[in-house]
Protein backbone atom coordinates (compact mmCIF):
# COMPACT_ATOMS: atom_id res chain seq x y z
CA UNK A 1 0.00 0.00 0.00
CA UNK A 2 3.24 2.02 0.93
CA UNK A 3 4.53 1.48 -2.27
CA UNK A 4 1.27 2.50 -4.28
CA UNK A 5 0.77 5.68 -2.22
CA UNK A 6 4.11 6.54 -3.13
CA UNK A 7 3.53 5.79 -6.85
CA UNK A 8 0.25 8.31 -6.61
CA UNK A 9 2.36 11.03 -4.93
CA UNK A 10 4.89 10.56 -7.67
CA UNK A 11 2.35 11.08 -9.95
CA UNK A 12 1.01 13.92 -8.58
CA UNK A 13 4.78 15.68 -8.62
CA UNK A 14 4.96 15.75 -5.12
CA UNK A 15 8.61 13.54 -5.33
CA UNK A 16 9.93 14.83 -1.89
CA UNK A 17 7.11 13.08 -0.43
CA UNK A 18 6.88 10.16 -2.85
CA UNK A 19 10.38 9.50 -1.64
CA UNK A 20 10.38 9.58 1.66
CA UNK A 21 6.89 6.89 1.66
CA UNK A 22 8.86 4.45 -0.92
CA UNK A 23 11.80 4.35 1.17
CA UNK A 24 9.62 3.88 4.23
CA UNK A 25 8.21 0.87 2.09
CA UNK A 26 11.39 -0.18 1.38
CA UNK A 27 12.34 -1.14 4.88
CA UNK A 28 9.54 -2.52 5.61
CA UNK A 29 9.52 -4.63 3.14
CA UNK A 30 12.91 -5.70 3.95
CA UNK A 31 12.17 -6.21 7.36
CA UNK A 32 9.12 -8.41 6.54
CA UNK A 33 12.21 -9.82 4.65
CA UNK A 34 9.89 -10.26 1.28
CA UNK A 35 10.71 -11.56 -1.78
CA UNK A 36 13.64 -9.67 -3.75
CA UNK A 37 10.46 -9.35 -6.63
CA UNK A 38 8.59 -7.47 -3.89
CA UNK A 39 11.44 -5.23 -2.92
CA UNK A 40 11.34 -4.21 -6.64
CA UNK A 41 8.26 -1.97 -6.76
CA UNK A 42 9.49 0.61 -4.01
CA UNK A 43 12.73 0.60 -6.18
CA UNK A 44 11.47 0.89 -9.41
CA UNK A 45 9.59 3.97 -8.22
CA UNK A 46 12.53 5.47 -6.95
CA UNK A 47 14.04 5.03 -10.04
CA UNK A 48 11.07 7.09 -11.59
CA UNK A 49 11.29 9.93 -8.92
CA UNK A 50 15.12 10.16 -9.92
CA UNK A 51 14.20 10.29 -13.36
CA UNK A 52 11.59 13.11 -12.58
CA UNK A 53 14.40 14.74 -10.70
CA UNK A 54 16.88 14.03 -13.50
CA UNK A 55 19.56 11.91 -11.84
CA UNK A 56 19.54 9.68 -14.89
CA UNK A 57 22.30 7.46 -13.89
CA UNK A 58 20.44 6.72 -10.46
CA UNK A 59 17.24 6.02 -12.43
CA UNK A 60 18.33 3.55 -15.17
CA UNK A 61 20.42 1.69 -12.22
CA UNK A 62 17.69 0.94 -10.31
CA UNK A 63 15.07 0.96 -13.20
CA UNK A 64 17.34 -2.00 -14.72
CA UNK A 65 17.84 -3.63 -11.87
CA UNK A 66 14.09 -3.68 -11.20
CA UNK A 67 13.79 -5.02 -14.63
CA UNK A 68 16.01 -7.82 -14.61
CA UNK A 69 14.86 -9.04 -10.92
CA UNK A 70 11.43 -8.91 -12.61
CA UNK A 71 12.60 -10.77 -15.68
CA UNK A 72 14.15 -13.08 -13.61
CA UNK A 73 11.18 -14.08 -11.37
CA UNK A 74 8.14 -13.17 -13.22
CA UNK A 75 9.20 -13.97 -16.73
CA UNK A 76 10.16 -12.43 -20.26
CA UNK A 77 6.42 -11.62 -21.16
CA UNK A 78 4.92 -10.24 -17.38
CA UNK A 79 3.09 -6.61 -17.86
CA UNK A 80 5.25 -5.52 -14.76
CA UNK A 81 8.42 -5.39 -16.72
CA UNK A 82 6.67 -2.19 -18.88
CA UNK A 83 6.82 0.03 -16.21
CA UNK A 84 11.24 0.21 -16.01
CA UNK A 85 10.93 -0.32 -19.95
CA UNK A 86 8.99 3.06 -20.07
CA UNK A 87 11.27 4.38 -17.33
CA UNK A 88 14.44 3.26 -19.56
CA UNK A 89 12.82 4.37 -22.84
CA UNK A 90 12.57 8.02 -21.59
CA UNK A 91 16.32 8.14 -20.53
CA UNK A 92 17.21 6.59 -23.55
CA UNK A 93 14.93 9.34 -25.61
CA UNK A 94 16.84 11.73 -22.98
CA UNK A 95 20.26 11.10 -24.05
CA UNK A 96 19.77 10.90 -27.39
CA UNK A 97 19.92 7.18 -27.61
CA UNK A 98 16.45 7.06 -30.21
CA UNK A 99 17.06 3.27 -31.47
CA UNK A 100 17.06 2.02 -27.79
CA UNK A 101 14.20 3.98 -26.79
CA UNK A 102 12.41 2.67 -29.65
CA UNK A 103 13.21 -1.04 -29.08
CA UNK A 104 12.52 -0.45 -25.12
CA UNK A 105 8.40 1.55 -25.68
CA UNK A 106 7.92 -0.81 -28.12
CA UNK A 107 8.44 -4.01 -25.45
CA UNK A 108 6.61 -2.07 -23.43
CA UNK A 109 3.85 -0.92 -25.44
CA UNK A 110 3.27 -4.83 -26.91
CA UNK A 111 3.52 -5.95 -23.14
CA UNK A 112 0.92 -3.28 -21.98
CA UNK A 113 -1.34 -4.39 -25.49
CA UNK A 114 -1.50 -8.15 -24.60
CA UNK A 115 -2.44 -7.64 -20.76
CA UNK A 116 -4.84 -4.55 -20.58
CA UNK A 117 -8.23 -4.02 -22.88
CA UNK A 118 -8.05 -2.03 -25.67
CA UNK A 119 -8.12 1.69 -24.90
CA UNK A 120 -6.79 1.29 -21.10
CA UNK A 121 -4.68 3.96 -19.53
CA UNK A 122 -1.43 2.20 -19.23
CA UNK A 123 -1.86 1.51 -23.12
CA UNK A 124 -2.53 4.93 -24.12
CA UNK A 125 0.59 5.84 -21.73
CA UNK A 126 3.01 3.62 -23.42
CA UNK A 127 1.84 4.25 -26.95
CA UNK A 128 2.70 8.12 -25.96
CA UNK A 129 5.87 7.79 -24.68
CA UNK A 130 6.75 5.17 -28.26
CA UNK A 131 5.36 8.16 -30.66
CA UNK A 132 8.05 10.06 -29.25
CA UNK A 133 10.79 7.82 -29.34
CA UNK A 134 9.38 7.64 -33.02
CA UNK A 135 9.27 10.90 -33.73
CA UNK A 136 12.62 11.80 -32.61
CA UNK A 137 14.69 9.44 -35.17
CA UNK A 138 14.32 7.41 -38.16
Not at 17 to 33: C, D
Not at 85 to 104: E, F, S
Not at 121 to 137: K, L, M, N
Request: hydrophobic letters at 45%; a positive charge; zero cysteines.
Amino acid sequence: AMSRLGALLLALGELDEAEKLLHESLAVRQKLEQSESSLEFPRMYLGLVALERGKLDAAQASLQHALTVWRKTLGPDAVSLSWPLLGLARIALRRGQVQQAQTLSSRALALRVKAYPAGHAAIARARAIHERATQAGP
